[in-house]
């Protein structure tokens, strides 16, 4: 007995169509018309969108930060992402000082196990490079199922890595099928532009960005694209967020770099103007790197659109407003960096980026579900509708339109970034692995997700 999603539009990162889609047990069985047969469930999908379930590589759920803890953990973070049309999560898992890294995965296999309502894999965060560690590569990527490492060059004193560390595991990376993530600002710049803006009495959450200017950000994706070069590796980009960082990496590219990139919906959106409240209400876009001016905008979304981007992640990284935010009342550096957004990556995207014009249809499913699977060893059973896939798939009503705000949205969170913000479109029915996760707007009672053990990168192979 199968299900029959009848007589919708198909998107995928390369085609749009209409057609039936049969699903039997957690797979894809056909894609055409006339696949009905007695006894399957046939669900009407004319008028509809199907998409590829999507995949947010970068969160942060239940991430400690000193005493605190992310707001959402792995239950309520992704709750919020399937209902937004989510179904995978690749989350950064942590290695702690001293920590092996099959101590900080197993960590994170603990935080997650059986509390996810999509499917998860884990990206490891290296904080503590010794030899040790760099032993360990090997059997994360063969026996762990982690076909990505990550690197901070910011946040000094805690997660920031040398160059010397950078190129090592870039180079020992490169040979375990590892792609290379980095969090590219210069940590040692950030650290004396905030301790000279501290020194002048400026610690309200509006200098913040003062601390991490765009040339920060760029000096850093400048020298991993020199290290990356020379060490002939696969580089991932996170949250890339202006134009002079971006222009960097499409130079890199033209040279033949592999480089790829990420964007969020953050630095496509929202822009630097809420820091001109002086107010501490503007610790709510405490994130790094910080907001920044409309003029970058354009460039991201064209650089979208031109393939020099390869994927839109929301970072997600929540804390309250009250209680967690305010720490730094008195100093914006203390101030837990970060901001929720997973449950409206997709509807972020789709209404201002393909309801006015910027993306595709095509290009829309590309960055929030094709490419990441590709780049992350998870295509092609997810991030496409085809015979053999996963049977993740979201029914995606264009004509609901909702006003996203925290007394609504399904983040364990005090406030929303997008507060007020239209969204046009929404996933009405999800389904993941052929069961249906949410049923007219309303998520299943319990968590079915499973861990994805991943792929190893494959250079060429995308
Ligand atoms: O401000 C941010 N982005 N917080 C989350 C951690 C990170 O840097 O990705
Ligand atoms: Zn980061
Ligand atoms: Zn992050």
Redesign the pocket.
């Known amino acids: 007995m199968g299900i029959i999603l009848r007589g919708g539009t198909i998107v995928t990162g390369t085609d749009c169509y209409q057609a039936d889609i049969r699903i039997e047990g957690e797979l894809v069985a056909a894609v055409g018309s006339q696949l009905a047969q007695t006894g399957d469930t046939v669900l009407a999908a004319e008028g509809y969108y199907i998409f590829p379930g999507g995949i947010d590589a970068?969160t942060?759920f239940d991430l400690p930060v000193g005493r605190l803890s992310t707001a959402d953990d792995f239950t309520s973070g992704t709750r919020a992402a399937v209902l937004g049309g989510t179904t995978t999560v690749i989350d950064?898992a942590t290695q702690g000082k001293g920590e092996t890294l099959q101590q900080g995965l197993a960590n994170w296999q603990r935080r997650a196990g059986g509390n996810c309502y999509t499917d998860y894999g884990f990206h490891m965060a290296i904080t503590d490079w010794n030899e040790q560690v760099s032993r360990e590569l090997p059997w994360l990527s063969r026996e762990a199922g982690v076909a990505s490492v990550k690197l901070?060059m910011?946040?000094k004193h805690s997660l920031q890595v040398d160059d010397s560390v950078l190129f090592q595991v870039l180079e020992q990376s490169r040979d375990c099928g590892i792609l290379t993530c980095v969090?590219c600002e210069n940590g040692d710049i950030v650290d004396n532009l905030t301790r000279q803006l501290r020194r002048q009495g400026k610690t309200a959450p509006s200098f913040h960005p003062l601390s991490r200017p765009p040339r920060v950000e760029q000096e850093a994706v400048n020298r991993l694209m020199v290290l990356a070069e020379m060490a002939d590796a696969p580089v991932y980009v996170?949250?890339l967020s202006c134009r002079e960082a971006l222009a960097t990496v499409a130079e890199a590219k033209a040279r033949g770099v592999r480089v790829f990139a990420e964007t969020c919906p953050q630095y496509l959106v929202l822009d630097d103007s809420v820091y001109q409240d002086p107010t501490f209400a503007c610790a709510k876009f405490?994130?790094?790197p910080p907001l920044r001016a409309r003029e970058n905008q354009a460039g991201l979304w064209n650089g979208l659109r031109t393939g020099i981007l390869d994927t839109v992640a929301t970072?997600h990284?929540s804390f309250n407003f009250r209680g967690q935010k305010d720490r730094g009342r008195e100093d914006f550096s203390k101030i837990p960096?970060?901001?929720p957004g997973v449950e409206h990556r997709l509807g972020l995207l789709y209404t201002y980026g393909v309801k006015e014009g910027k993306l595709s249809l095509t290009q829309f499913v590309d960055k929030v579900a094709t490419k990441p699977a590709r780049l992350f060893g998870l295509y092609p059973h997810k991030g496409t509708i085809a015979p053999g896939s996963h049977a993740d798939l979201v029914i995606w009503d264009e004509k609901r339109r909702l006003i996203i705000g925290a007394a609504a949205h399904a983040h364990n969170v005090d406030y929303s970034p997008y507060e007020g913000m239209v969204q046009q479109g929404q996933a009405i029915h999800v389904f993941l692995r052929g069961r249906q996760v949410v049923k007219d707007g309303v998520a299943a009672a319990k968590p079915e997700g499973r861990y994805l053990f991943r792929k190893r990168f494959v250079p060429g192979g995308l």
């Open positions: 970068h942060h950064y901070y910011a946040y969090h996170v949250h405490v994130m790094s970072d990284c960096n970060g901001i």
